[in-house]
């Protein structure tokens, strides 16, 4: 029998047993939390515009339904969607509205950032400030500097920290060194765009400080320059790079380095997939795609969004000015001879006119030629400017231009078949970016030239009108297609 002293320290024993049993099976059962988190990141660059759909890719709308349909893609999900930059120029459709129509299109798509690339600066600063204001995502750049003070530009954000899925993502941007010779140099002349390894030396740092653990570089520059900087983002803990501007297709691993390109016109994206451990900081596992806008079920606020500007744009642009029969391809010595000759045609004391291949950058295909065709064609704020050179001063720049006025640039023969002379002087066009660039000879030879004023553009518009052409007169028998070597 037990005594109630007895019952009492028995009675204590089994608790203070239970509570051991307890406390023991409490500690058994404690499930550590899952330190591992995914990420997925949406690659795009080279944009250019190109919302709208084409034989060869699903355009904006396609490109977000395959993104929600084959990527599981939603905006509040474990997802970054960046881009290299060079988002407006190109079609009509953005060109026309100075990427306004692009970058409404890029916000709802749920863009987190965009590098700033050479193009961005085609409206000046001021255009780019524009978008700017209206891009619901920051432009980033981290190697822009103000040429007075060396201070960071002010219009570019050099990077940003995303928290995704408890993952803390650092992403910095970087724009081609190229941009005073790859956009008008006027526009950038209070800048310079500093070596891309010094800005990130300068960055990474503070990235780090402000809590970044995986570090991404969207830079607007191609595979070289990618696999360049390799070494210098093992050596500050960059995980991935992603480029633009040279328009490639690009998706390699170096030394533990993910490196994509998406081509270019929203054709292609890149899907980089992480696997992080949020305890330890680091990457468990990186895999990464190069993947085909072969277009989804089109998402339906996208091609709301393109149908207005398409409106617009139709309502200003769709003016009819000629008919061709066969399509005129943009490298096509028929469309460089067009070009070219139509601006002797509106400027007829001058002798020989000169541009790059860089400023035509598409084809005018068969069928009824509009307005828009011709911005899409020529889509730059470039304009004409006439200079006077030497025979031998034209001789020097005419090898690495697309010519009108010249039957032979290896006979310096002018069209009626008299020779350049070293010494004679000519009237030359050009157009202003290219006098501007310093890699051209056009400011040594010529330090006072006359600015037209007439976009390079115009003079294609009217030389096609004044043809007069339909389906019966095509375009097709008034073009050259001489090549001028
Ligand atoms: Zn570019």
Same mark, same amino acid.
């Given at each position: 029998?037990?005594?109630?002293?007895?019952?009492?320290?028995?009675?204590?024993?089994?608790?203070?047993?239970?509570?051991?049993?307890?406390?023991?099976?409490?500690?058994?059962?404690?499930?550590?939390?899952?330190?591992?988190?995914?990420?997925?990141?949406?690659?795009?660059?080279?944009?250019?515009?190109?919302?709208?759909?084409?034989?060869?890719?699903?355009?904006?709308?396609?490109?977000?339904?395959?993104?929600?349909?084959?990527?599981?893609?939603?905006?509040?999900?474990?997802?970054?969607?960046?881009?290299?930059?060079?988002?407006?120029?190109?079609?009509?459709?953005?060109?026309?509205?100075?990427?306004?129509?692009?970058?409404?299109?890029?916000?709802?798509?749920?863009?987190?950032?965009?590098?700033? $690339?050479?193009?961005?600066?085609?409206? %000046? #600063? =001021?255009? *780019?400030?524009?978008?700017? !204001?209206?891009?619901?995502?920051? @432009?980033?750049?981290?190697?822009?500097?103000?040429?007075?003070?060396?201070?960071?530009?002010?219009?570019?954000?050099?990077?940003?920290?995303?928290?995704?899925?408890?993952?803390?993502?650092?992403?910095?941007?970087?724009?081609?060194?190229?941009?005073?010779?790859?956009?008008?140099?006027?526009?950038?002349?209070?800048?310079?765009?500093?070596?891309?390894?010094?800005?990130?030396?300068?960055?990474?740092?503070?990235?780090?400080?402000?809590?970044?653990?995986?570090?991404?570089?969207?830079?607007?520059?191609?595979?070289?320059?990618?696999?360049?900087?390799?070494?210098?983002?093992?050596?500050?803990?960059?995980?991935?790079?992603?480029?633009?501007?040279?328009?490639?297709?690009?998706?390699?691993?170096?030394?533990?380095?993910?490196?994509?390109?998406?081509? $270019?016109?929203?054709?292609?994206?890149? %899907? #980089? =997939?992480? *696997?992080?451990?949020?305890? !330890?900081?680091?990457?468990?596992? @990186?895999?990464?795609?190069?993947?085909?806008?072969?277009?989804?079920?089109?998402?339906?606020?996208?091609?709301?969004?393109?149908?207005?500007?398409?409106?617009?744009?139709?309502?200003?642009?769709?003016?009819?000015?000629?008919?061709?029969?066969?399509?005129?391809?943009?490298?096509?010595?028929?469309?460089?001879?067009?070009?070219?000759?139509?601006?002797?045609?509106?400027?007829?004391?001058?002798?020989?006119?000169?541009?790059?291949?860089?400023?035509?950058?598409?084809?005018?295909?068969?069928?009824?030629?509009?307005?828009?065709?011709?911005?899409?064609?020529?889509?730059?704020?470039?304009?004409?400017?006439?200079?006077?050179?030497?025979?031998?001063?034209?001789?020097?720049?005419?090898?690495?231009?697309?010519?009108?006025?010249?039957?032979?640039?290896?006979?310096?023969?002018?069209?009626?078949?008299?020779?350049?002379?070293?010494?004679?002087?000519?009237?030359?066009?050009?157009?202003?970016?290219?006098?501007?660039?310093?890699?051209?000879?056009?400011?040594?030879?010529?330090?006072?030239?006359?600015?037209?004023?007439?976009?390079?553009?115009?003079?294609?518009?009217?030389?096609?009108?004044?043809?007069?052409?339909?389906?019966?007169?095509?375009?097709?028998?008034?073009?050259?297609?001489?090549?001028?070597?």
């Amino acid at each position: 029998m037990l005594t109630s002293k007895k019952i009492y320290i028995k009675a204590l024993s089994c608790f203070i047993f239970l509570n051991t049993v307890f406390c023991v099976s409490c500690t058994n059962v404690t499930v550590k939390p899952d330190p591992t988190a995914r990420l997925t990141i949406l690659y795009t660059n080279d944009e250019h515009g190109w919302m709208e759909a084409t034989k060869r890719s699903g355009g904006a709308a396609g490109l977000m339904g395959l993104w929600k349909e084959k990527d599981g893609y939603t905006e509040d999900g474990p997802y970054l969607v960046l881009s290299g930059g060079d988002l407006w120029t190109g079609p009509a459709i953005s060109t026309w509205t100075r990427g306004e129509s692009m970058t409404e299109v890029l916000n709802a798509m749920g863009y987190d950032a965009a590098t700033i $690339g050479n193009h961005e600066f085609d409206w %000046k #600063i =001021e255009g *780019l400030k524009e978008r700017i !204001a209206q891009a619901e995502f920051p @432009l980033l750049s981290a190697n822009i500097k103000d040429k007075e003070t060396g201070a960071q530009a002010d219009f570019a954000t050099p990077y940003i920290i995303r928290e995704v899925n408890g993952i803390k993502v650092g992403i910095i941007g970087l724009t081609t060194t190229d941009t005073p010779t790859s956009t008008f140099p006027d526009n950038v002349e209070d800048y310079d765009f500093i070596p891309y390894a010094d800005a990130l030396y300068e960055y990474v740092p503070q990235v780090k400080e402000d809590g970044a653990e995986l570090l991404v570089v969207a830079g607007h520059f191609g595979q070289l320059e990618m696999e360049e900087l390799v070494p210098v983002a093992k050596e500050l803990g960059i995980s991935i790079i992603g480029g633009g501007h040279s328009h490639q297709r690009v998706n390699e691993m170096i030394d533990g380095v993910a490196i994509i390109e998406a081509g $270019g016109r929203m054709s292609h994206y890149g %899907k #980089i =997939e992480v *696997l992080f451990d949020t305890v !330890a900081d680091t990457v468990i596992k @990186l895999t990464q795609e190069l993947l085909k806008n072969e277009g989804g079920t089109l998402d339906p606020e996208i091609v709301s969004i393109i149908s207005y500007w398409r409106s617009k744009v139709d309502s200003s642009l769709s003016q009819v000015i000629g008919y061709v029969n066969q399509d005129i391809n943009q490298s096509s010595d028929a469309m460089r001879n067009m070009i070219m000759d139509s601006w002797l045609e509106m400027f007829p004391s001058a002798d020989v006119s000169m541009t790059n291949s860089g400023g035509i950058r598409q084809s005018i295909l068969k069928g009824e030629i509009t307005l828009e065709d011709i911005i899409g064609v020529l889509p730059f704020e470039n304009n004409i400017v006439e200079l006077d050179l030497t025979g031998s001063e034209l001789i020097d720049c005419m090898g690495r231009f697309l010519v009108g006025g010249i039957a032979s640039k290896t006979n310096r023969l002018l069209s009626d078949g008299t020779s350049i002379h070293p010494d004679s002087i000519y009237r030359v066009l050009t157009i202003d970016y290219l006098y501007s660039r310093e890699d051209t000879p056009f400011h040594k030879y010529d330090p006072d030239p006359e600015n037209t004023s007439i976009n390079y553009r115009q003079p294609v518009i009217d030389w096609i009108k004044s043809v007069n052409t339909t389906a019966d007169n095509p375009l097709d028998l008034y073009l050259d297609h001489k090549s001028r070597k």
